[in-house]
């Protein structure tokens, strides 16, 4: 042990027992004392080893660490080769993904637990190299008897963050560690050199990755034109606004959701997930003062329905406006293979209805839910208001509301039901009431210019028949 290490070897004891060292670097007896607050023992204490070791495997695999370490690799592995000496990354809860050295110092490095799942972090084992580089958010070199635990004392620990410059995020650190009696004065340029590098690979790797984001879904996003609208990553971070910058990025780091909310500026929006994992679609209210309607449908007398998403209207096809009829009229939801029958008859596939789904939730969004299918949130529709209605109005405002049949270009067998029996109902309404000016309206229109019975009642009203002819 040389001279220096034996002074801070002196000063360790001398600070854990509760006395004060020049010795000791403020850093370092910060961190001490940080440790001693959390209850870290140095001698009792030692790094938790979670998870299990096919666990980290599958971890480091997943990690975004994963993409860079070859150029860390490339950059210290040099380091990995010298006798005694380690390398290690670790994420950025200071959990150790991989750890590289010849066999004889990997076994004496497991006597201290620098093996792979074990949590180096501050809060866990105190000064080290990886915990006070991550707590300090800096390269971080940390000598022998620096260490806070006793079983660590032997080891030198360079150690420096990995930073995403795009996001600011650390994603974790790369670690160089050997003997005490080795000295490696590259060990710490070397350490930060390695971490700048994969943070600008990392850097370059997001800055793709959300072009590709915004390749791909920006286009939902302007499809509203006139709304504010904005798309934010599955990470949380705005990639693009409608009008520039009005969504701030602290109001989208919290969004994790669909459906509407309240920004903290008071402003009513709906957020929709693009895919399972994001990115999210944000768009302002369109009329947030009519009661908070969400989803509105117009189908009667409509070649392709007409629907409404928080006050922008999108007309669909024939095949999506049966769809959305069907769901709008079944608020308890269909099976796909419900679907298909309604849809497309006896010999329709469920297949087919998975997929026209997949399409019409790029229209609906949220509001289109699977397993059953259903639309969910405040939905209405024309058709289903005036079914709800009809009791209640006089022939005049039963016609008012019935402006020709539903979808009637539809030879879908759900929509052909749906359609006979409320121009059966609303034939009926007018007939029950009797208002001649209705019933002359009704043989006037298209839908009811063949309809016999009404033309007698005009005729002869104390003559006609009951109103089933």
């Known amino acids: 042990m040389d001279e220096t290490t034996r002074r801070l070897a002196a000063a360790r004891e001398n600070a854990l027992s509760g006395g004060t060292s020049a010795q000791v670097r403020p850093e370092v007896r910060a961190s001490w004392d940080r440790a001693r607050k959390r209850g870290v023992h140095p001698d009792r204490s030692l790094p938790p080893v979670e998870p299990a070791a096919d666990l980290v495997g599958e971890l480091t695999r997943q990690h975004r660490l994963a993409d860079v370490w070859p150029t860390l690799l490339r950059t210290i592995g040099d380091a990995a080769t010298q006798t005694g000496h380690l390398v290690f990354i670790s994420d950025p809860a200071g959990r150790l993904l991989r750890v590289v050295g010849d066999p004889a110092t990997r076994r004496n490095a497991e006597r201290a637990r620098l093996v792979p799942g074990a949590l180096w972090n501050e809060e866990q084992v105190g000064t080290s190299g990886v915990g006070t580089a991550l707590a300090l958010g800096r390269p971080f070199q940390v000598r022998g008897p620096e260490h806070y635990l006793s079983v660590a004392a032997d080891f030198n620990c360079s150690a420096a963050p990995i930073v995403d410059p795009v996001t ?6 790369v670690d160089v560690t050997y003997p005490v009696a080795s000295a490696n004065a590259l060990a710490m340029p070397l350490v930060a050199a390695a971490a700048r590098l994969a943070g600008a690979q990392l850097g370059e790797q997001t800055r ?22 904005a798309l ?4 949380g971070r705005v990639l693009h606004t409608t009008p520039a910058g009005w969504l701030l990025p602290q109001w989208a780091a919290g969004l994790e959701k669909d459906g509407p909310m309240t920004l ?10 693009l ?45 999506h406006s049966e769809l959305v009829v069907l769901l709008a009229a079944h608020p ?23 997929a026209e789904m997949t399409r019409l939730r790029r229209v609906l969004g949220y509001r289109l839910r699977s397993d059953p299918y259903r639309l969910v949130g405040r ?30 270009a539809s030879r879908a067998a759900g929509i052909e039901a749906l359609r006979d029996g409320l121009h059966l109902r609303v034939r009926r309404r007018l007939i029950s009431h009797g208002d001649a000016d209705a019933l002359a309206r009704w043989i006037a229109s298209p839908h009811g210019r063949d309809d016999v019975f009404v033309r007698r009642m005009l005729a002869a009203p104390d003559e006609h028949a009951s109103p089933g002819e």
Do not use: C, I, W
């Not at 903290?264 to 997930?273: F, K, N, T, Y």
């Not at 768009?283 to 392709?304: I, S, Y």
């Open 168 to 173: 600011g995020a650390t994603v974790g650190t």
């Open 208 to 229: 793709q990755r959300d072009d590709e984001v915004r390749a791909r879904y920006v286009d939902h996003v302007l499809r509203r034109s006139g709304v504010r609208s």
């Open 232 to 235: 934010v990553g599955a990470d």
């Open 264 to 273: 903290p500026d008071g402003q009513r929006v709906v957020v929709e997930r």
């Open 275 to 319: 895919s399972p994992s994001g990115p999210f679609a944000v768009h302002g209210v369109h009329h947030p003062d009519r009661g908070g309607e969400l989803l509105r449908v117009q189908a009667l007398g409509r070649g392709r329905a007409l629907v409404h998403v928080d006050g922008v209207p999108h007309e669909l096809s024939l095949r």
């Open 332 to 354: 308890g939801g269909m099976g796909a293979e419900e679907m298909a029958r309604q849809a497309y008859g006896p010999n329709g596939k469920a297949v087919t209805v998975r």
């Open 379 to 408: 939905v209405s529709a024309d058709f289903l208001e005036l079914e709800r209605s009809l009791a209640e109005r006089t022939g005049g405002e039963a016609l008012d509301g019935y402006p020709a049949p539903l979808l009637p």
